[in-house]
């Protein structure tokens, strides 16, 4: 949610970072509440209401997020649907509901209303939920907001990392931003469909609920993301590139396509994988490095240097369409 | 929610209203579930989980609903969340939370920006609640998406009513229509203010448990909502078209945009007062009729003659822009 206050990638200059910290330090202001039924609100994943009710909402605009010769309209709504479920995840709750809303043209049919509703049933069934309702209305241009319903009577946080603490992810950053780039540049890719069929890592955030210290999904980027968890937990963190898990044939790909590998992998977004940290040894997770006091991110590259990097990320935000740009 | 599934305002014809019933019948069956976590799913204003938990979800795109030349965005998105408010009072539910999804385009600017999240405050203030989170996005035209939360443990639904109940409107259903029309020829009138501030009838809902048999909004229009809450209850009304409320000057104003006056006060919605049949006598609401076996809405005119009328409304989607055509 809010700590995404980016208008999607705009965000690969410090100013635009300074800009998003202004932003959210602007909106914490005007939506400060003493609530009591206000668990967690603005600044993390989700928010949490007092009995453990998780929401979250999350919105793919046409042009901004995708492009429909991406692919079929049903996996392009379910693919919205699992970014919103992802939040879930990362707070370690358990989906119950979504609510779609939806803005379409006026040119859309019915069958293409009806694939769009399909792909955010299948990703509502996939993990337990129901699609409880929603809206329709007609625009200029087709966006899916979706609103995810879920509990938690221990949910996840960004702000618990310690020092020491390992950091942790639960699938590759990269190889959805790849195929992302392979499906801007009209490049046949098996990366494409690392992109195209996300998976919301609900098991995983509910395996992590009491182990974890601190967790996000990566949805803008690891060093954004990472950036986000460090920031809110007060410490930095450092990791080592060689050891951020990526599919086979990525370096390779990244070349095919132009691009530096390591700056995919560190920038790109949409993964929906889970970053923690955690004190504990896990065997199921990769670990990629260390939660340390100086704050910041630090990048260890394979000839053992220490790099400070800010959290660049990609935009397909600043020329008004999906266009990526190196970090 | 969804029984508005219609494009917004894509219902002057009697086959566009078909096309919204089959579209309704295409979305229960691929949102069908048997979860017993849902207590009320699609076809009433808002969603009901087991708990009692009450959740809808709205949107206003400028140029479909709103045009930013009608006031200023604080009020606009006060506005906006007063019409997701409006289906949790439609529930009789108590608000908790809102979450606010933005698309805007990147010419917006930060105090402008905080102009809308400052109105979406306003609007969960007025009724006790907390915007907890939400989300911001780049796109190509302003649109304002509000999912609301609330809890009722005897919510309000569209199916009770019964043959000799009384119809009942919580305010006039027909002013804030007025004033988009006022607005929309850029004449300056007292009925503007009706239509952008309007109120969403939270404390009428919570003293309607327990009385209303059926509840709904007056979102899409008189007639149409009439006959949503009709079709649900598998009963007709007959209402009086004297007996409706409207401010005063309502036929004078009417008339000088040119407008037959019980056109708009059938036809126009975003009143967002309620609609309610209750067998008891009550005083605070108008009475503007009585439930009845025979299927459909009858309006009653000033010289005694009864007229079946289909449920018209306001299109403010055909021509692409916010043109208002009679009903």
Redesign the interface.
């Known amino acids: ?2 700590l ?5 990638g ?1 965000l690969c200059s410090a100013e635009a970072v300074a ?1 998003e910290d ?2 959210i330090a ?2 914490t202001e ?2 400060r ?1 003493d ?1 009591a ?2 668990r967690v ?2 600044g993390d994943d ?2 949490v ?1 007092a009995d453990g ?1 998780v ?7 046409e ?3 995708f492009r429909r010769d991406f692919g079929p309209l049903e996996v392009l709504a379910r693919r919205a649907a699992v970014g919103a479920l992802s939040d879930l995840a990362a707070m370690g709750a358990c989906p ?2 979504l ?3 939806l ?2 043209p ?1 040119t859309l049919s ?1 069958s293409e ?2 694939a769009l ?2 792909g ?2 299948a990703a ?1 069934t996939e993990v337990g ?13 087709l ?1 899916l ?1 979706t ?1 995810v ?1 879920g509990r938690s009577t221990r949910p996840l946080r960004r702000c618990g990392a310690k020092v020491g603490d390992a950091v942790y992810l639960s699938g590759p950053p990269g190889d959805a931003g790849l195929g992302l780039l392979a499906l801007l540049a009209g490049r046949s890719s098996a990366f494409a469909d690392r992109w195209l069929w996300p998976r919301a890592h609900i098991e995983e955030g509910l395996s992590l609920r009491g182990v974890a210290s601190a967790c996000v999904d990566v949805s803008d980027g690891l060093l954004r993301d990472l950036h986000h968890l460090c920031a809110a937990s007060g410490v930095g963190a450092e990791i080592e590139l060689a050891a951020i898990p990526r599919g086979g044939g990525f370096e390779a790909e990244a070349r095919a396509l132009a691009q530096d590998p390591d700056e995919v992998l560190l920038g790109s977004g949409e993964a929906y994988v889970l970053l923690f940290t955690a004190p504990a040894s896990l065997t199921w997770a990769t670990r990629i490095g260390t939660v340390v006091s100086e704050p910041g991110v630090f990048v260890r590259d394979r000839s053992g240097r220490r790099i400070a990097r800010s959290p660049r990320g990609f935009d397909h ?1 600043a020329s ?1 369409e999906l266009t990526p740009v190196r970090g």
């Open positions: 949610m809010w995404d206050l980016d208008l999607e705009e800009t202004a932003r602007a909106l005007v939506f509440t609530s039924d206000v609100g603005i989700a928010a209401l009710l929401l979250s909402v999350d919105v793919c605009v042009g901004t997020h119950r509901a609510l779609s809303s803005v379409v006026g019915d209303l009806l509703h399909r955010l049933a509502a939920a129901a699609v409880v309702g929603g809206n329709l209305a007609a625009g200029g241009e966006s907001t609103t319903v935000f008004g």
